[in-house]
T-cell receptor, first 111, second 116 residues
Framework: KQEVTQIPAALSVPEGENLVLNCSFT??????LQWFRQDPGKGLTSLLL?????REQTSGRLNASLDKSSGRSTLYIAASQPGDSATYLC??????????FGSGTRLQVQP | DVKVTQSSRYLVKRTGEKVFLECVQD?????MFWYRQDPGLGLRLIYF???????EKGDIPEGYSVSREKKERFSLILESASTNQTSMYLC???????????????FGPGTRLTVL
């Protein structure tokens, strides 16, 4: 059974710092990996999708990498801002079936 | 832009009531999903559907049923609501395999259900 782990569970940084969020998964037979953002009490917003054949994806200040063989992904956030404060979730897909989610990293960016 | 909408943001029901949660997507997606999210347990899959009138159980289907009569609409039904079904319910949809955005899931805003 696929298991997804996110470290750290919570992170507090001052504004302007570059930071890395980690995600690991136990079964490397994935179709893709998706990073989401969730604000308190809200739904999930898709940030980046990495297909299994890709090594990384970039969107603005966000960069996600994927090392399928080692079961790891990282989300890099450059020049963090208070508006980046949210919970970040990673999830993996093993086919048509639904995603398996990590428990998330709660990020607080201090002004 | 993909849009997934859910019928209510907040819902309060009483134990034993039959509850309907509705989800509609406007991108002609084949796949639709219902998850629930609880503190400490994360997101867990309840049911999903990969075509009209098709459904498959997820990880926690007990106490729930679903209906998909039209492609754009996927309903979650709590036959007899119980207090342990108090949760945040999230609907999602995705395109079928073979497209450039295979399996990217798009989520609705969520329904916060409280069962008293």
């Amino acid at each position: 059974k696929q298991e997804v782990t996110q470290i750290p569970a919570a992170l507090s940084v001052p504004e302007g710092e570059n930071l890395v969020l980690n995600c690991s998964f136990t079964d490397s037979a994935i179709y893709n990996l998706q990073w989401f953002r969730q604000d308190p009490g809200k739904g999930l917003t898709s940030l980046l999708l990495i297909q299994s054949s890709q090594r990384e994806q970039t969107s603005g200040r966000l960069n996600a990498s994927l090392d399928k063989s080692s079961g790891r992904s990282t989300l890099y956030i450059a020049a963090s801002q208070p508006g980046d404060s949210a919970t970040y979730l990673c999830a993996v897909s093993t086919g048509r079936r639904a995603l398996t989610f990590g428990s998330g990293t709660r990020l607080q960016v201090q002004p | 832009d993909v849009k997934v909408t859910q019928s209510s943001r907040y819902l309060v029901k009483r134990t034993g009531e039959k509850v309907f949660l509705e989800c509609v997507q406007d991108m002609d997606h084949e796949n639709m999903f219902w998850y629930r999210q609880d503190p400490g347990l994360g997101l867990r899959l309840i049911y999903f559907s990969y075509d009209v009138k098709m459904k498959e159980k997820g990880d926690i289907p007990e106490g729930y049923s679903v209906s998909r009569e039209k492609k754009e609409r996927f309903s979650l039904i709590l036959e007899s609501a119980s207090t342990n079904q108090t949760s945040m319910y999230l609907c999602a949809s995705s395109a079928p395999g073979g497209t450039s955005s295979y399996n990217e899931q798009f989520f609705g805003p969520g329904t916060r259900l409280t069962v008293l």
